[in-house]
T-cell receptor, first 112, second 114 residues
C-alpha cells in the first residue's frame, strides 16, 4: 500500500519553514526520506526506525509516530538548495528490511 | 567508482523490441536495487540483490522483466517485447548491505517505448 504524502506541493520563500507529512495504512517498521531534484537521482536524507532510532543528515529533522503510522519531515529556515521533490519510503513491520514503498512525492519550491 | 553508474541515460525503443539497462553499483556495496519511476508517481520496487543470496523478484511487473547480477557487482535489467506502459525512468540503487539504510541512487535510464 502506497503511503500518502501531503501536501502535494509547497512554495516557500528562503528562510521559511515547511512540514511534509507521510501517512501509511499499515504498521510501519521504518520510514525513509529522499529528495530528488529535477533530472537527478534521489538523495538520501534520513531514516527513522521503530523504537526511535534515527540516522541521517544533521540539519534535517523528522518525526515518526508509530501509533499513527505517520512521519513528518521538518524543513526549517529553508534554503534554495532544499528545492526538489521529497519522497517518503516506508517499510512495513515484519517486512523485508530493504523493500520500500514510496509515496508520490511532495514538490518543494524555495524562492529567493 | 564514486557513485552508482547507469547506462544508457536515455533509450528510445520500438514497441516489441528488447532492451537492456545496466547498473554499476558503488564498489563494495553488496545490496543492489532496481526501482521504476513513472511520471508523477513514486518509486516502484522491482527487484533486490544481496550478495550471493537469491534475488527478491517480487516487484517485477511481468515475466517480460528479468534481471541478473554478475559477480556480485554489475547488474542488468532486461525488458523483453517492450510495451508503451514500460516507458519510465528506471533507477538503480546500492547500499553497503541490507541492514545499512540509505540507498545511493544512480541517475537512472529514461526508457521511452514508441
Amino acid at each position: 500500500q502506497q503511503p500518502v504524502q501531503s501536501p502535494q506541493a509547497v512554495i516557500l520563500r528562503e528562510g521559511e519553514d515547511a512540514v511534509i507529512n507521510c501517512s501509511s495504512s499499515k504498521a510501519l517498521y521504518s520510514v525513509h526520506w529522499y529528495r530528488q531534484k529535477h533530472g537527478e537521482a534521489p538523495v538520501f536524507l534520513m531514516i527513522l526506525l521503530k523504537g526511535g532510532e534515527q540516522k541521517g543528515h544533521e540539519k534535517i529533522s523528522a518525526s515518526f509516530n508509530e501509533k499513527k503510522q505517520q512521519s513528518s519531515l521538518y524543513l526549517t529556515a529553508s534554503q534554495l538548495s532544499y528545492s526538489g521533490t521529497h519522497f517518503c519510503g516506508t517499510e512495513n513491520s515484519g517486512g523485508s528490511n530493504y523493500k520500500l514503498t514510496f509515496g508520490k512525492g511532495t514538490l518543494l519550491t524555495v524562492n529567493p | 567508482g564514486a557513485g552508482v553508474s547507469q547506462s544508457p541515460s536515455n533509450k528510445v525503443t520500438e514497441k516489441g523490441k528488447d532492451v537492456e539497462l545496466r547498473c554499476d553499483p558503488i564498489s563494495g556495496h553488496t545490496a543492489l536495487y532496481w526501482y521504476r519511476q513513472s511520471l508523477g508517481q513514486g518509486l516502484e520496487f522491482l527487484i533486490y540483490f544481496q550478495g550471493n543470496s537469491a534475488p527478491d523478484k517480487s516487484g517485477l511487473p511481468s515475466d517480460r522483466f528479468s534481471a541478473e547480477r554478475t559477480g556480485g557487482s554489475v547488474s542488468t535489467l532486461t525488458i523483453q517485447r517492450t510495451q508503451q506502459e514500460d516507458s519510465a525512468v528506471y533507477l538503480c540503487a546500492s547500499s553497503p548491505n541490507a541492514r545499512d539504510p540509505g540507498y545511493t541512487f544512480g541517475s537512472g535510464t529514461r526508457l521511452t517505448v514508441v
